[in-house]
Antibody, heavy 120, light 109 residues
Framework: QLQLQESGPGLVKPSETLSLTCTVS??????????WGWIRQPPGKGLEWIGS???????YYNPSLKSRVTISVDTSKNQFSLKLSSVTAADTAVYYC????????????WGQGTLVTVSS | DIQMTQSPSSLSASVGDRVTITCQAS??????LNWYQQKPGKAPKLLIY???NLETGVPSRFSGSGSGTDFTFTISSLQPEDIATYYC???????????FGQGTKLEIK
């Protein structure tokens, strides 16, 4: 059974960089059929796609966040990571990692999510 | 960018009721439309893919329809365990990009 697990600091100061890692177990991140993505959800609000990465390293970002986002992959560790720079309180959210099909875009496996709070 | 308009934002219904949620795309998205259920404190769960296909293991009371710009999600007979927020999601694969609807919070009357 595929499992995804987010990890990283739960508190980040304004103007600093948020860094999270997603560890994939029970399957290979190097599958040619899937992308690996980050989605966030501010408290009490809806879902926002941040970006996705292919095992080769090709990345795709939400245009509204593109200038601040970097997603990378480490196939040797079966992990992918998110960096979001210059954070503000508006970036406070539950951050999810997920797998999605290259064709249908179905987000079929999700991590449990991790709350990141931006505060001094 | 494609915008997704989901309605209603909230809905109250009784057990056994038929419940319908709609999602409208700002341009033709063919059938690249998926539906998710999210319970409080949990990650979203895929229910319907490609507008009308039921994900494995999902009860048959859930269904989806539509193509182009107008889509519908239906629960044929509402059960207490269906209380959740439901999201539509559009997917563009050239390049990969996801857009979610605003969500519909479903409550028991």
């Amino acid at each position: 059974q595929l499992q995804l697990q987010e990890s990283g600091p739960g508190l980040v100061k304004p103007s600093e960089t948020l860094s999270l890692t997603c560890t994939v177990s029970g399957g290979s991140i190097s599958s040619s059929s899937y992308y690996w993505g980050w989605i966030r959800q501010p408290p009490g609000k809806g879902l926002e796609w941040i970006g996705s990465i292919y095992y080769s390293g090709s990345t795709y970002y939400n245009p509204s966040l593109k200038s601040r986002v970097t997603i990378s992959v480490d196939t040797s560790k079966n992990q992918f990571s998110l960096k979001l720079s210059s954070v503000t309180a508006a970036d406070t959210a539950v951050y999810y990692c997920a797998r999605h099909s290259r064709v249908a875009g179905t987000l079929d496996y999700w991590g449990q999510g991790t709350l990141v709070t931006v505060s001094s | 960018d494609i915008q997704m308009t989901q309605s209603p934002s909230s809905l109250s219904a009784s057990v056994g009721d038929r419940v319908t949620i709609t999602c409208q795309a700002s341009q033709d998205i063919s059938n690249y439309l998926n539906w998710y259920q999210q319970k409080p404190g949990k990650a979203p769960k895929l229910l319907i893919y490609d507008a009308s296909n039921l994900e494995t293991g999902v009860p048959s009371r859930f269904s989806g329809s539509g193509s182009g710009t107008d889509f519908t999600f239906t629960i044929s007979s509402l059960q207490p365990e269906d209380i959740a927020t439901y999201y539509c999601q559009q997917y563009d694969n050239l390049p990969p990009e996801h857009t979610f609807g605003q969500g519909t919070k479903l409550e028991i009357k």
